[in-house]
């Protein structure tokens, strides 16, 4: 147990001060009676405030994944605990967090939006935490949270077990592992890891594995000394009647869910077989995920080329040179990338050779 930490320290000292909201159903909590309390009008069937709390859906999504549902937060993505986090933990222009990159866009948006300074640590050559470059840092008392995206986003790659628990156990401030691709990973996740770890707060989201990004539904498992602070930051009623009761029906499809993940795996079996044979394919990075990191011969133009055949892919060539990321389809759509990548290299082939 990384006893060492002290949660409530860890915190800004508004956010440890704050008196939260306290909606009308806070105090009263049964679901029948009279409900006079929260100027709502009592015609309609969205016409009252859904549950803060999100009881019923947390309790189905426990289940699921074998968590405790008192340690679940649920925010509007799993976009809302990243940027939840940052209010929490970090003063601005003056706290700092750590993110190994290339990885995910959004922590560093909401580093910049929250005005904390982002330390970027380049990944190595197989994109694993290189731990001699995070050394300085677990100590520094300004540096608040770390966050490690494993299967990680754009690369596919997972970040090797053993660095995480070294950091888990010497770093001072929050350890924030982003698993929203762990439905698609052969390692199971590093939820069972809760209890051990004090300053541990795993990501998952409903929107890839389950297919409900639309929804807007994002998981955020953590100590309960430190879901105390989530809740009292986050806005009352983030989460709609109809998207907590969306989901409550969807999730109820567990082997519809299981079957459309076998078929997303095996479809990337044969995305890597294809794209191997094509003589523009340089290396496909391995992925742990529902995407593959291609690179490319001249990945900028085939990009465009791709668009001009109305097929949209990833660019990510700014992060990792001449790569595209391509999300894995329906194995209809899959067949419609392979057959335009088979045109443009034919294109190609036929001016070389004429
Ligand atoms: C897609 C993605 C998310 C966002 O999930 P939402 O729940 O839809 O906000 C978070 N982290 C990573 C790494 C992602 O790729």
Redesign the pocket.
Known sequence: MSSSINISELVRTNIAKLSPYTSARDEYKGDKGVFLDANENPYGTVNRYPDPYQCELKQVISEIKGGDAGQLFLGN????A?DLAYRIFCEPNKDKAIVFTP??G?YEVYANINAVELITLPLDKVFQIEEGLVDPYLTDENVKLMFI?SPN?PTGNLIKRETIIRLLNQFKGMVIV?E??IDFSSESSWLEELTQYKNLII?Q????GWGM?GL???MAWMNEEVLYYFNKVKSPYNLSIINQQEAIKLLQDKTGFEQRIAVLLSEKERMIKELSSLSMTRFIYPSEANYLLVEFDQADKLYQELIEKQIIVRNRSKVVPNTLRISIGQPEENTQLLTALKAIQREKESIIYR
């Open positions: 993505g799993s976009d809302e990243i990885t995910y959004m995206c986003n982003d929203a691709y990501l989201t409903l929107s890839k990004a807007r539904i994002g």
